[in-house]
């Protein structure tokens, strides 16, 4: 099995890869690394890569964004393909809850990179 750290992770995305970790005991994926997985607990966790094509699960506007960024920016919840696995990223402005999205580049704030995805 392949480990996937926090930092290979940052690295991996930064690259314009999504990806998480499957569980060998259950096929629970997840979208960013766990010591072990969430479902059924196992540390049989490795490395897989993620479908680039979501659809919304949750969306939230920051009307409060961190000092330095524009107001009224969505962020939500994509879940990927047909992995099950869940990933907090930025949204278009149009994103509702449903849209199929599709992951586009990579948003840096303090140094944690977040994935950014386009309404398709
Ligand atoms: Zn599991």
């Given at each position: 099995m392949t480990e996937l750290s926090y930092s290979d992770w940052k690295e991996t995305l930064r690259g314009g890869e999504l990806v998480g970790q499957a569980c060998e005991e259950c096929g629970n994926v997840t979208a960013s690394p766990k010591?072990?997985?969430?479902?059924?607990?196992?540390?049989s966790v490795s490395r897989t890569t993620l479908p680039e094509d979501g659809v919304v699960y949750s969306e939230t506007t920051i009307?409060?964004?961190?000092?330095g960024y524009e107001r009224g920016y969505k962020v939500g919840i994509v879940e990927l393909g047909d992995t099950g696995a869940r990933v907090l990223g930025r949204l278009d402005e149009?994103?509702?809850?449903g849209d199929e999205v599709v992951f586009d580049d990579t948003f840096e704030h303090d140094d944690e990179p977040a994935p950014v995805f386009e309404s398709k």
């Open positions: 010591a072990a997985c969430t479902e059924c607990g196992s540390r009307n409060v964004p961190p000092e149009t994103a509702e809850i």
